[in-house]
């Protein structure tokens, strides 16, 4: 009895199953490779994440010293300019913490719902920056010198360009409106201190009363573009 067609028979289902495993493995590496690919993926998103936490507990640390000691400055000089930034402190500590919440596992805020809030919280900046402003020229208040004031307005213009700049470059990076919204708010807050402290230093050598609040005021469209953009979910510039 002739054996052979049972032979080939067997030589070709071991070519079949040689096959199927040639592929299984094929896809198996594939498989591990892509798996590969997004584990790297989700370590870089990761490692984005844990700067921006770290950028923002600093700001909200930094926000905190310098809100009470500007209020508190305010109070005493009777000053309308360090009451202003005073407020913008505040406001910005809210929205470090409302970007803070976003990132937050347990606390998760969505992106569009922080976008907006960082809006808000422009336009409420913008408010508190007009009406303050506008009620030192008003009553032309003469306030006194502080060197409290001088003291944490030169400390916030040397730390807030830096964490400006590190939150823009982070929230481009993470394609979050709310966190480059964040980042002009810090830059405001520098560009208030400036503001500030040339009042102060004008107000303490030539008691000039009305630069600050007046270059105050040439602040305001800059932040209600910025607010507009986060209310509309884009990136501020």
Request: include cysteine.
């Amino acid at each position: 009895m002739d054996d052979t067609p049972a032979i080939d028979r067997m030589h070709e289902v071991e070519v079949e199953m040689s096959m199927g495993v040639g592929a299984m493995s094929c896809q198996k590496e594939i498989g591990d490779g892509a798996l590969l690919q997004g584990c790297a993926c989700d370590g870089a998103s990761g490692e984005l994440s844990r700067q921006i936490r770290r950028l923002q507990v600093i700001t909200i640390a930094w926000m905190l010293v310098e809100c009470a000691l500007a209020l508190f400055a305010a109070w005493r000089a009777r000053s309308p300019v360090l009451l202003a930034f005073g407020a913008d402190s505040l406001i910005e500590l809210l929205s470090a913490f409302v970007v803070l919440l976003q990132f937050a596992p347990r606390l998760a805020l969505s992106t569009a719902r922080a976008s907006r809030l960082a809006g808000i919280l422009l336009f409420l900046l913008a408010a508190v920056i007009t009406i303050s402003s506008a009620i030192a020229l008003w009553q032309r208040v003469q306030p006194d010198t502080s060197w409290i004031g001088i003291g944490v307005t030169s400390a916030a213009l040397i730390i807030m360009p830096l964490l400006s700049s590190a939150k823009r470059r982070a929230g481009k990076a993470a394609r979050n409106p709310a966190l480059t919204a964040d980042a002009v708010q810090s830059a405001t807050c520098a560009y208030l201190a400036g503001i500030t402290l040339a009042g102060l230093v004008l107000n303490a050598v030539l008691h000039i009363r009305w630069i600050d609040p007046a270059a105050a005021l040439a602040a305001v469209p800059v932040i209600c573009v910025e607010g507009k953009k986060a209310l509309q979910g884009e990136e501020c510039c």
